[in-house]
């Protein structure tokens, strides 16, 4: 079974790198850098992507794949992007036993590659749009990693859409980032925080970068998907026109999007605990474990149990037996609730003869009797609905009991260590990046929602928290992941 | 539309590569050897996707992900494997700006990356078997490619399992070799033979070596599925040792199967023709386009198509309607033959008139008359459910009209040229050596079906064709992909 997993309190960091390992999620491989998604931490993912991919197809987007080597020349063709990019970059100089005349870069990113497609795909507004996704790896070189929030290579997806007119990529990029927030709340039951980046905190090559942010129980932010306005800028990179229906050329207006397998570890921080994974139901592969209690007539409790699962498959919800004889009721308690199983139900010969079974709920570790009868499926749909709806709402709660609104700079200095921060801000990149290095706390986003920028007053005028300027806003301040 | 595709009579290799591009399932990338998979290319790897991943997880399998990156030194620990892979590899010298200490190999196929969790993992009897499978890219340089058949990156699944006794290992071998020929008979109604590969053809690194093997049109063989028993290798280049039952160590069996983005190509070359893609409708993620004929009361004919369109939907027949005036309905036919859209349905004022609308299987070309009553949904799914099969006889029926037995090496010369040859071996590498030389065929595949071998009078003892030496059985030669 586990290791033991050191407590939230006692060492955040810690409590998450142990609940990965001992959940069997991930782990470190022997490549620098480098992680394993183990199959239960894969399985999570398959999940997420199913239900994304799902909503991508929705919306009208279709997969294919691009190459994983980007040429040297390609990446520089953007300014910004190979500043930004470059220097993070793993090169392949040889292959075939040959030095290669021009470097390969394996892409951090394939807007480049992409987009020398693109330019031989679109010719006119008729090939428009191009809403194209890709399943992927990415590698970007990092010092320090953390499993699933930071690692060298990743898994991800990344949207790249081809437009007409500015007015339709910027709807564009606006769908697509309420797509993650649906994804977001919907599934993963985290609340997120929708809005822009700052100039400074936005992707290399984009004319403007629009994310999600979720608060991790330990107060900190973590940008949980993006969707950039890349404006021409690829395009005149690449040299991509086409002729509009007046019949004259322009270059094509871009997006891309992504949310990446850093997911698994917000969905970790969101909502698990000091006994291990807690998984909101729609993410389960398996959502209901049976224990059967071994004593008495075992053939009968097992024959029992193995007639629920059956009976909850039938209906849709995943079930398991766990009839090993081996481990004790008490091990397989603690076992799958360190894996995350979202409701455990136990059953003996005592509770057979009432025509009972006890189950639990994994987030709140509340235990319920269910009656053994033909509504059993019912009654575990209904834990599972309340479970993934509660969950939403405690992190929601969470969230707000961690966000204060803040006028003066130093009470600003002790929030930021707590939890998300409202407070003006004078619209500089110089200001931004003062308030950084003193604090390390950043511009997590300027929220697009207006409930939220009313319910923090957001648009109120003032003064600048750090420098005493005018501000016509506020925004959201964080340290994060 | 399209650009005219060479017939397969006149160049069958230039037939394949203008149908792949003209159809737009892949294009060739700015990058060497990389090809792009395209939209209508990539929706047939998912549909193979979602049924093989489905068949993995029926046997037993689950999914994980392993590093991109190998270590130059893990490639090294298997002598065979780093001989027959280390010379095709991509690699990397520089990461974050700087040399690495290390050279990391782009995986070509991951057994030694996988193994050194393994080695993690395993402690005992009780942590086997492990059944993992993996979803990836792969990357094998290669000079002369094309797309899907042979190019430096492509994508696909191996699955890598570890084992307590060389009975189980290699009852997972023969398992995942029928779930590969299930899948390619059943799916992509492509006959394939079954069997062991010599040892000269066998996987660097692997005791035994199992393939499914398929004819093209052009009477070559395609390679389109490997299962192979590891034996101990890699446990021991990787010091994998288990506790047995009996309480003695020992090192873990091994298997590892794959099948690639390869079998796209080999799909195109079983049943496609000089008009397009052939698509079992298995693999169809649109089986039936609705085209209506605008003549007359248009909106009537719009409305009755789109109905018709919902009906099939609704009885799970993924059904569109192509309604756009700027084409021709002739364009259009031609447009989804090329496509590969198994049922093409043309509905028009007269028909509707009548009662009727007339389908055209894309397979035969065949027109047929439905009833546009309740039952049309039944007709449209009897039609679909007789192509799959009828294109499974028909490339049965192909195969065995182009498999000859020969007992002479002059017919043997000659007979290659055409199609698969049966004939007398004498077991010896020298002997596969130089008729390989002479005629640039291979042996695919010692048949391990005993219908098969039957059929042939493979187990009859003979000469060998061309040694002349006693031989104990025949064997299948042919020129391959």
Redesign the interface.
Known sequence: MADKITSREADYSQWYIDLVRSAKLA?Y???RG??????N???V??KMQAALDRMFKETGH??????????ES?IAKEAEHIEGFA???????????EELAEK?Y?RPTSET?IW??YK?WIQSYRDLPLL?NQW??V?R???RTRLFLRT??F?WQEGHTAHATPEESQEEVMRMIRVYKTFAEEYMAMPVIMGRKTDSEKFAGADETYCIEAMMQDGKALQAGTSHNLGQNFAKAFDCQFQTKEGVLDYVWATSWGVSTRLIGALIMAHSDDRGLVLPPKLATRQVVIIPILRGDKAAVLAKAESMAAELKENGIPAFVDDSEQNSPGWKFAEYELQGIPVRIEVGPRDIDKGVCIAARRDTLEKTELQLDATLAVQVSGMLSAMQADMFQKALRFREENTREVTDYETFKSAVEEGFVIAHWDGTAETEEKIKEETRATIRVLPEESDYREHYHMDEPGVCIFSGKPSSQKVVFAKAY
Not at 62 to 71: G, R, S, T
């Open positions: 782990d491989s022997d490549v480098c992680m394993v998604i183990r199959p931490g894969y399985a993912w398959e279709v997969n294919a794949y691009f190459p994983l080597f980007i040429p390609f220097p993070e970059c793993a090169v392949v100089t040889h292959g075939g036993g390969l394996v590659i020398s497609s031989k194209i992927a790896n590698v070189w990092e010092m060298t290579e898994l």
